[in-house]
């Protein structure tokens, strides 16, 4: 599996909110129905969070259409947070000290999630 970028909060409970909008409507929202779900005061807010997740591979959107705003794949937030965690951890195989104890700390985490 190739490594996504993180999300912030803010994104994760606006992907969060697309694909459980999207599991119950056969359309996705508008920007403007997602400004009012999440409280955020303008639809330019909407906008920056949806191009970032698109930017990193969250959400795919059409130019020309519409409430066209899918999620990109089925694979899960807390999927992405793992890959990421066990790349961290395989960046500090082997190495001692303050790194080896950062290691030991991620891989808690990582069982955590597992």
């Known amino acids: 599996m ?4 993180r999300t912030t909060k803010k994104q994760q409970e606006l992907l969060q909110y697309i694909a459980d909008f999207l599991n119950e409507n056969p359309y996705a929202p508008s920007y403007r129905e997602i400004m009012a779900a999440l409280g955020y005061k303008s639809v330019s807010t909407v ?3 949806v191009d970032a997740l698109i930017a990193k591979g969250y959400l795919t959107k059409s130019d020309k259409s519409a409430r066209s705003i899918r999620v990109a794949s089925e694979q899960t937030v807390d999927t992405v947070h793992i890959e990421w965690l066990r790349a961290e951890i395989a960046k500090r195989d082997g190495v001692e000290g303050a790194t080896a104890k950062e290691r030991e700390a991620l891989v808690r ?4 999630f597992e």
């Open 47 to 49: 906008a920056v969070h």
């Open 2 to 5: 190739a490594y996504r970028e």
């Open 109 to 112: 985490v990582l069982a955590i």
